[in-house]
């Protein structure tokens, strides 16, 4: 049982999460604002605080920057709806100043009884990680406390077996149990309660016994059903086996004794919250997994952004070409059916397409006149220049940049530079760089000539369809122009199209 504070101005809001946590049996203090919260928590922390964010005073926001202050310790789970505006961002930003969760409403009951356990359980983690609870390792008393707090949902064809053993486990200090008289009751109990624990008696003979356990086991929220403990008046082994095989954790004889009854009950209870509490540590730990996975990715794409930006100053002092290489192939793989995946990482790894051109001397890369034959060999080598610049990359974003810088200048035809590559046998990434790459350059201008108008940029790219450019790309760039889609990301308006 934990110690909660609950924080919201609405009245109800506030009763109707009170109701669930005690479902779990947390005792819960709830406060109309941010202020009274917070002279709470500086006089007696809890263990977890439930905050909304618009809150009149001091919001939700506010308390969490005054909490950080006050009681780092102590984890906070944010609340917020999307009717007031709020939205994505404000939870994001809670996350961001220090929230240990986040819940949207409207919310499930099932929902802030899963996000409160979670949380408990990575503070309590944490807590003994850190050697500041008190103790070397978790407690066996509070795990025993736990368990006769355990939600116990007990069937019985016969009323009053079933109420006898009911007696039996409330004498025994089990305090919540719930009572079903039918095989449907039950299987609804199990549905709404998601108990610890199903005790179930019923005719082991009979036909229908093996489905009563499968659709108990099926009706439970989560991915691990409760254990069912089978109460049956057959001692025949095969019967016992029979049982076993159908899903039941355990059976007991009746009239089963007393002692041997409630320490079967307490151990599978028992077993249940330990299954319980390594389920929720595997999910903050596949959260955790999940960030660091995140942290590294946008790592990643920072340095490719740092490399495009050593190639922006090399070339294109603005940059402007980079970008719009890198726009307008996302552009084309989107229209093509490319993944998500796929058009962000090659969104990012376009703009390197040049990176090798810092190796380049500027009286060949600055050059205000074509090049002659000699000078054409040396700009070519930027190809396998940049390739090889970018060669060695453990992650994919890296691979696809290096494959981009090789290959942007490969031709359909098999007559492009530098291996020659013809149709398929160049990479995906490579002939959708290489359109956007001609586009761009012929609509804007450089050093040896004017911007062409965008008109004619792209009658050349569709007079070189299956020539210089994969056929199928060409038509989804014609497609993009006409619809102006193409024109917003090469950024030029409607009196240079023409």
């Not at 983690?125 to 707090?149: H, I, M, N, Y």
């Not at 330990?274 to 960030?291: I, K």
């Not at 492009?416 to 586009?439: H, K, N, Q, S």
Request: charged share 30%; glycine share 8%.
């Amino acid at each position: 049982m934990a110690r909660i504070f609950v924080v919201d101005d609405e009245p109800t809001i506030r009763s109707v999460i009170a109701r669930i946590l005690a479902m779990d049996h947390h005792h819960v203090e709830e406060f109309p604002d941010g202020t009274e919260a917070l002279a709470a928590v500086e006089e007696n922390p809890p263990d977890a605080i439930i905050t909304d964010i618009f809150m009149p005073g001091m919001t939700g926001v506010e308390l969490l920057i005054q909490l950080d202050r006050a009681a780092p310790s102590v984890p906070v789970i944010a609340i917020s709806g999307g009717g007031d505006g709020s939205g994505p961002s404000v939870l994001d930003e809670a996350i961001h100043l220090g929230a240990a969760a986040t819940v949207g409403k409207p919310f499930r009951a099932e929902e802030v009884r899963r996000t409160v356990e979670r949380v408990l359980a990575s503070s309590a983690a944490s807590r003994v990680a850190a050697g500041t609870d008190g103790s070397s390792g978790p407690s066996f008393a509070a795990l025993e406390a736990e368990v006769f707090r355990g939600r116990i949902v007990l069937g019985h064809g016969d009323e009053s077996a079933r109420d006898a053993f009911a007696e039996m486990l409330e004498g025994r200090g089990f305090g919540s149990i719930s009572a079903a008289a039918s095989p449907s009751a039950l299987v609804e109990a199990v549905g709404v309660l998601d108990p610890d624990l199903v005790i179930v008696g019923f005719d082991t003979s009979d036909s229908d016994a093996d489905s009563l356990l499968r659709r108990l086991l099926e009706a439970a929220p989560g991915r691990h059903p409760p254990p069912v403990l089978v109460l049956t008046r057959d001692g025949d082994p095969e019967v016992k086996q029979r049982v076993l095989g159908a899903g039941a954790a355990d059976v007991l004889v009746e009239p089963v004794a007393r002692g041997e009854a409630m320490a079967r009950v307490r151990n599978l209870v028992a077993t249940r919250l330990l299954q319980r509490r390594l389920t929720t540590q595997a999910e903050d730990l596949e959260l955790r997994v999940g960030q660091r996975a995140r942290d590294v990715e946008l790592a990643h794409w920072e340095v490719v952004d740092r490399l495009a930006t050593v190639a922006e100053y090399r070339d294109d002092l603005t940059g402007a070409h980079q970008r719009r290489v890198g726009e307008m192939a996302a552009l084309i793989a989107r229209r093509l059916g490319m993944d998500e995946l796929f058009v962000r990482r090659l969104r990012m790894a376009a703009p390197l397409h040049d990176i090798g051109k810092v190796a380049i001397p500027d009286a060949i890369l600055r050059k205000p006149a074509p090049l002659d034959h000699e000078e054409w060999k040396v700009m070519r080598t930027h190809t396998t220049i940049g390739a090889r610049m970018l060669a060695g990359g453990d992650f994919p974003l890296l691979r696809t940049a290096e494959r981009i810088a090789l290959t942007h200048h490969e031709r359909w035809d098999g007559v492009g530079y530098p291996e020659g590559l013809r149709g398929a046998e160049i990479p995906i990434e490579g002939r959708i760089t290489a359109v956007a790459d001609v586009i761009d350059c012929m609509t804007h201008p450089r050093p040896y000539r004017d911007a062409l108008p965008a008109s004619e940029a792209i009658a050349e790219v569709e007079r070189c369809r299956g020539t210089q450019f994969d056929p199928d790309i060409v038509p989804v760039v014609l497609e993009a122009w006409e619809e102006g889609e193409l024109r917003r990301v090469l950024d030029i308006g409607d009196d240079e199209s023409d």
